[in-house]
């Protein structure tokens, strides 16, 4: 069966450093993985799509790089703040036609001042 | 204005009951989804809808039912609650399906006592 895995249930650094979070998965080739932000007690929110033909993707201090060799991709934040503080998830398309995502279970990224 | 609207955000019910949880989109996308996190924040996907027709049914007992009486809403009946139907509900919406954006609603807490 297809499996997400991120491999770390919480990641704790300090302002001013790089977070580096990573997906991992299994028995599929997506098209495309996504970047999502959960804040607590709210619905997650889009942060990044990135396409099997594309290496990398940046948006401001956020980059997100796709290895489908490896069947990765890792999710980066340089010069953290407290702010960006939240869980992250990563998400595939698995179902024929892109009809539905499935999430890994999120890292919890914790920016200390 | 809510883009993805869901109501109630909090129910609290006994188990055996039947209850509701509605949802409404104005992005006017064709996709629909209900998606269930657990206490341990895995975020999985329930029910997918596109243009009012049921596209995934995730092995999701058939207490659930889902209805969509048009594009822009998408409801989820379940009856006879248990107690581990508690959970988040979040409802979602892309247009064209998950290779796109899905944007999510602020989720319903549901507690069965």
């Known amino acids: 069966s297809q499996k997400i895995e991120q491999n770390s249930e919480a990641l704790n650094i300090q302002e001013g450093k790089t977070a580096t979070l990573t997906c991992n998965y299994t028995?599929?080739?997506?098209?495309?993985l996504q970047w999502y932000r959960q804040d607590p007690g709210r619905g997650p929110v889009f942060l990044l799509l990135i396409r099997e033909n594309e290496k990398e993707k940046r948006k401001e201090r956020l980059k997100v790089t796709f290895d489908t060799t490896l069947k990765q991709s890792l999710f980066h934040i340089t010069a953290s703040q407290p702010a960006d503080s939240a869980t992250y998830l990563c998400a595939l398309d698995i179902y024929q036609a892109g009809t539905a995502l499935i999430f890994g279970k999120g890292t919890t990224l914790s920016v200390s001042s | 204005d809510t883009a993805v609207s869901q109501t109630p955000k909090y129910l609290v019910t006994q188990m055996g009951n039947d209850k509701s949880i509605k949802c409404e989109q104005n992005l006017g996308h064709d996709t629909m989804y209900w998606y269930k996190q657990d206490s341990k924040k895995f975020l999985k996907i329930m029910f997918s809808?596109?243009?009012?027709?049921?596209?995934i049914n995730e092995t999701v007992p058939n207490r659930f039912s889902p209805k969509s009486p048009d594009k822009a809403h998408l409801n989820l009946h379940i009856n006879s609650l248990e107690l581990g139907d508690s959970a988040v509900y979040f409802c979602a919406s892309s247009q064209g399906g998950g290779s796109n954006t899905i944007y999510f609603g602020e989720g319903s807490w549901l507690t069965v006592v």
């Open positions: 809808y596109n243009n009012k027709e049921l596209i």
């Open positions: 028995n599929y080739s997506p098209a495309y």
